[in-house]
T-cell receptor, first 115, second 115 residues
Framework: AQTVTQSQPEMSVQEAETVTLSCTYD???????LFWYKQPPSRQMILVIR??????QNATENRFSVNFQKAAKSFSLKISDSQLGDAAMYFC????????????FGTGTSLTVIP | DVKVTQSSRYLVKRTGEKVFLECVQD?????MFWYRQDPGLGLRLIYF???????EKGDIPEGYSVSREKKERFSLILESASTNQTSMYLC??????????????FGDGTRLSIL
């Protein structure tokens, strides 16, 4: 089974500041997808950002961007200008491109935003 | 917008009972998934289905079974509920077009307590 590791169980950030959440993964595949999901308290999990391993350019979605280091098998999420609504559990996930039915999730990072 | 609906947000059952968790999606997705979410363990895949009547075991299938008689509906069954199955259960679906790059769409979750 693939392994996705989020080594920071909890993080905090001041409102308007920038925070980076870490994710590493283990794979022997060369092409795959990586995802960051957000789960606000008592609310539905939603997709934040997605990266295809084949593409070298880092994905960006508004205040959210990733630092994808394929050789290091690292996929960190940077949240700029943090807002109170960013407080949530964040999960990193991996999916193989071929025969890619299964997603593999990390254990999550709980982000607190301090006003 | 994709909608994934889980039949109950909260459920309380007794040990030994047979428990059914229902999930319905409205986007004609081929793939549906059941996860269990526990603090510090992230999301663990119980079962997934890639077509009607098709299913595959995930990482923790013991004590669970699933049913997919119609494309839009995926049921999780606890054959004889035990206290260690107290958890948050998440249903998700994803399409096949564009295949592995498709993100998962999640339901709101069912918080199941076994007494």
């Amino acid at each position: 089974a693939q392994t996705v590791t989020q080594s920071q169980p909890e993080m905090s950030v001041q409102e308007a500041e920038t925070v980076t959440l870490s994710c590493t993964y283990d794979t022997s595949e060369s092409d795959y997808y990586l995802f960051w999901y957000k789960q606000p308290p008592s609310r539905q999990m939603i997709l934040v950002i997605r990266q295809e391993a084949y593409k070298q350019q880092n994905a960006t979605e508004n205040r959210f961007s990733v630092n994808f280091q394929k050789a290091a098998k690292s996929f960190s999420l940077k949240i700029s200008d943090s807002q109170l609504g960013d407080a949530a559990m964040y999960f990193c996930a991996y999916r193989r491109k071929l025969t890619g039915n299964q997603f593999y999730f990390g254990t999550g990072t709980s982000l607190t935003v301090i006003p | 917008d994709v909608k994934v609906t889980q039949s109950s947000r909260y459920l309380v059952k007794r040990t030994g009972e047979k428990v059914f968790l229902e999930c319905v999606q409205d986007m004609d997705h081929e793939n549906m998934f059941w996860y269990r979410q526990d603090p510090g363990l992230g999301l663990r895949l119980i079962y997934f289905s890639y077509d009607v009547k098709m299913k595959e075991k995930g990482d923790i299938p013991e004590g669970y079974s699933v049913s997919r008689e119609k494309k839009e509906r995926f049921s999780l069954i606890l054959e004889s509920a035990s206290t260690n199955q107290t958890s948050m259960y998440l249903c998700a679906s994803t399409g096949t077009i564009g295949f592995a790059g498709q993100p998962q769409h999640f339901g709101d979750g069912t918080r199941l307590s076994i007494l």
